[in-house]
């Protein structure tokens, strides 16, 4: 399995340092990484085939513009044998006639050449096959989906940071691979409280940690994708505690 129920890890860096990860994804082993590797090549390979497709419709759209062929951007002194190149060194050099690619820069003339492969390989053909075949409005949104799909990340991470003294920070992972991480810092002076209360889930009554920070009006919900078990979130409550207000095994301001 690729991922598993939400489970808790812990890192005590140092005892004012506290980091709490709760994830979805099993713990690293070499048969896992290959696996994900795999489904990673995987990926990439559909995602190329998706975009050659999209190329494709691009391609024969009448608001594409005409591209040269491989000859026009190869060498003339190609096309000609050993036998007559060396029976014509006299001869001058046969011009290159002039067409609408002569202001191509040579990295654009690369990429065109490299495309024009692509679409004459049997993977091209039937591109070019399909997106014939098929209409555009059905063509573009089923290929977008499929790459949103592609792109999907698998398992969800969702990271506490607690640093005494400074505050709490708050992670979690985007929904593909191409999202940013989410953070978000609160400084210990704006923290009134963390607590674990109970909040509605559709039908469903769920445990969530919450910080309550001054001067909000809503409650910061910690691990809000994943919403672990309450045996989870009392563990993190408590190290939260710990880590914030505890000071050589003393409470401070009369808190935890």
Not at 12 to 19: C, F, G, H, K, L
Not at 70 to 96: K, M, N, W, Y
Not at 101 to 125: E, K, M, W
Request: proline residues 7%; charged residues 20%.
């Amino acid at each position: 399995m690729l991922t598993t129920a939400p489970y808790l890890r812990i890192r005590r860096p140092s005892p004012t340092t506290a980091e709490f990860v709760v994830s979805t994804l099993p713990p690293s082993t070499i048969p896992l990484r290959i696996t994900l590797a795999a489904i990673d090549f995987l990926r990439l390979v559909l995602s190329l085939g998706v975009a050659l497709l999209l190329y494709s419709v691009w391609v024969q759209s009448p608001y594409s513009t005409p591209t040269a062929s491989l000859e026009q951007f190869s060498s003339p002194a190609l096309s000609f044998s050993p036998l007559e190149l060396a029976t014509s060194s006299d001869v001058a050099a046969p011009t290159v006639a002039s067409n609408d690619n002569s202001d191509v820069s040579p990295f654009q003339a690369i990429i065109r050449q490299i495309l024009q492969a692509l679409l004459q390989s049997r993977t091209g053909q039937l591109c070019s096959t399909l997106a014939s075949s098929l209409p555009i409005w059905i063509t573009v949104p089923c290929s977008l989906g499929i790459l949103y799909v592609l792109s999907l990340r698998i398992g969800i991470e969702e990271r506490l940071l607690v640093l005494r003294g400074l505050g709490i920070q708050t992670s979690s992972s985007g929904e593909t691979i191409f999202s940013p991480l989410k953070t978000r810092f609160i400084p210990t002076d704006k923290i009134q409280d963390v607590l674990i209360n109970e909040a509605f889930r559709g039908f469903e009554v769920r445990h969530i940690l919450v910080v309550i920070v001054e001067d909000e009006e809503h409650v910061v919900v910690v691990f809000p994708k994943l919403l672990p078990r309450p045996r989870i979130l009392e563990k993190v409550w408590r190290g939260i505690r710990e880590c914030l207000y505890e000071q050589e095994g003393h409470k401070v301001d009369g808190k935890f």
